[in-house]
């Protein structure tokens, strides 16, 4: 069973900072994503990442993924307030029906 | 842009009672998908539909559960008889063809279920 594992859970940060957001999958599988989740609002799309080093970036947001250490990262450089959000990982599952099984999220807050 | 429409956005039932939540996919995509999000967890997958029948189903979708694809546009998620544990944000999901390399799931806004 394919398990995703993220930290840490809650993440509070000054803007102006750096911080990275660690997504941990247990089992061999394709395709990475990363969603953003504003409170009580539906998950949008960050990222997809295919294969092993892959490496995306939008505005102060660079995922990566490590398909040998079963490790994909989110990286924020500078914090803004703007990006206080929950962030979750999510790795699509083994069938070609595409399950994605997600992790349990990120907390970010961004204080100025 | 085209986006995922879910209706309604709150829904408060007894419990025992059907619910019926709807949902508006992407127009030109094969794959449908309901998720739900129960407070403050994560979210977690309930059913994968395709080619108007169910391809795959997480152990939370029980006999319960039903989906349902009624016509060309719509695509349905029936919760018979609800219960407490029902009570959470469903999330509607769809996809274009398998042969995108990106293979990106859309949401919609979700409907919050709230059974008392």
């Known amino acids: 069973e394919l398990k995703v594992e993220q930290n840490p859970l809650f993440l509070s940060m000054q803007e102006g900072k750096n911080y990275t957001i660690y997504c941990n999958y247990s089992t061999t599988s394709d395709r990475l994503y990363w969603y953003r989740q504003d409170p009580g609002k539906s998950l949008e799309s960050l990222f997809v990442l295919l294969s092993n080093g892959a490496v995306k970036q939008e505005g102060r947001l660079m995922a990566s993924l490590d398909t040998k250490a079963r490790l994909s990262t989110l990286h924020i450089t500078a914090a803004v307030h703007d990006l206080s959000a929950t962030y979750f990982c999510a790795r699509r599952g083994g069938t070609s029906y595409g399950k994605l099984t997600f992790g349990q999220g990120t907390i970010l807050t961004v204080h100025p | 842009e085209p986006e995922v429409t879910q209706t309604p956005s709150h829904q408060v039932t007894q419990m025992g009672q059907e619910v019926i939540l709807r949902c508006v996919p992407i127009s030109n995509h094969l794959y449908f998908y309901w998720y739900r999000q129960i407070l403050g967890q994560k979210v977690e997958f309930l059913v994968s539909?395709?080619?108007?029948?169910?391809?795959?189903k997480s152990e939370i979708f029980d006999d319960q559960f039903s989906v349902e694809r009624p016509d060309g546009s719509n695509f349905t998620l029936k919760i018979r008889s609800t219960k407490l544990e029902d009570s959470a944000m469903y999330f509607c999901?769809?996809?274009?063809?398998?042969?995108?390399?990106?293979?990106?799931?859309?949401f919609g806004a979700g409907t919050r279920l709230s059974v008392l």
């Open positions: 539909f395709y080619n108007n029948e169910i391809s795959e």
């Open positions: 999901a769809s996809r274009a063809r398998a042969s995108l390399a990106k293979n990106i799931q859309y």
